[in-house]
DNA sequence: CATGGGAGCGATATAAATATCGGCTGTTGG
DNA sequence: CCAACAGCCGATATTTATATCGCTCCCATG
């Protein structure tokens, strides 16, 4: 776990948003064609109103930080909430 | 139904048992990664052999033909046997 | 014997989503 | 004030499967 690296990525209220989105997939990702079991697509969270590069760039933070799981999928990358590295985290939290 | 277009299809060993090989997918595509009920993925049927762009060629033939439906995700193509052209072919071939 | 079509191949084009690059801006620490 | 850096964008690169192109070969019909 990259203390750093996530403290980093959850410096932006835009990747924050991110993963709050990923905490109910169903709620935010209505419209994704593709079945939500498999993640989000990384496409779908454009709908920040940033541009695609941007948000490439916001999804690779979050990912090398840990803080989601990908999958990819021929041309398309889904996205889940890493729980895990998030609970070891909040954990971690306490010696602050 | 072009009575015409499937004889021609129908007129190559190799589409003939790609057509087979649709019968029982379960039977003969057990490697593929993407679900058998999506279909079979064009490149699974290179097993004939030939090179990617003459099995190409030979899918689009059946494709026109009508004798296979195609579903196209992303980057891949599936392929089922279309049993209701197939049926009125064989239909129409008590007037010979 | 010519020729047109089908089959085959390698090479190249296409398509679609994502990733990376180069340049610009704004902010912050020294 | 300057340097470093995060963020942003448009443009371009990348990736992977499939489609198309240009060419050759062979056979059958005229």
Redesign the interface.
């Known amino acids: 776990m990259d203390h750093d690296a996530i403290l980093k990525a959850l410096a932006h209220p835009v990747r924050r948003e991110i993963l709050n989105w990923l905490r109910e997939p169903e709620k935010h990702f209505t419209s994704q064609e593709h079945p939500l079991e498999m993640g989000v697509c990384a496409g779908q969270f454009e709908r920040c109103g940033l541009s695609q590069s941007t948000v490439s760039a916001h999804l690779a933070t979050l990912s090398s930080a840990d803080l989601v799981t990908t999958r990819r999928?021929?041309?398309?990358v889904f996205y889940k909430r890493n729980d895990e590295t998030i609970a070891a985290f909040r954990a971690s939290l306490s010696d602050i």
Do not use: E, R, Y
């Open positions: 999928l021929g041309q398309w």
